[in-house]
């Protein structure tokens, strides 16, 4: 079954390009884009509130299955800022799935501990 995805227009404009160290960024936004059709065809939520909605409806769902949501928006920025800057292109770690300033005192690439 294919998947129509709307572009939601944002409020904001875009200023400047966001790195893309591994040339991923276009899909992930895609992936996301894919979650978001689906949250709103079943709740029928317009796109100017799409965003906002499906937050927080995980955010209920984090309470029902017992993950803090503050710890997972935590890490989830973590891994965003990874995946929008250079710094973090070169590294090859075996574990990417971790970000942030952790990750700069335990690199293994750079042996930091």
């Known amino acids: 079954m294919k998947t129509k995805i709307k572009k ?6 875009v200023t400047k390009r966001v790195p893309d160290p591994d040339g991923q960024n276009k899909d992930r936004a895609i992936w996301a884009g894919v979650a978001l059709a689906a949250f709103q065809s079943i ?4 796109d100017r509130d799409a965003v906002k909605d499906l937050l927080c409806d995980l955010m209920h769902y984090c309470q029902q299955n017992n993950q803090d949501f ?3 928006l935590d890490a989830a920025r973590h891994h965003h800022v990874a995946e929008t800057t250079e710094e973090y292109a070169e590294c090859d770690c075996t574990d990417r799935s971790w970000y ?4 700069d005192s ?8």
Do not use: M, N, Q, Y
Not at 100 to 103: K, Y
């Open 43 to 46: 709740t029928k939520t317009d």
């Open 70 to 72: 503050d710890v997972t």
């Open 8 to 13: 939601v227009k944002s409020s904001r404009p």
């Open 106 to 113: 335990a690199c293994l690439r750079t042996g930091k501990r």
């Open 100 to 103: 942030g300033a952790e990750h």
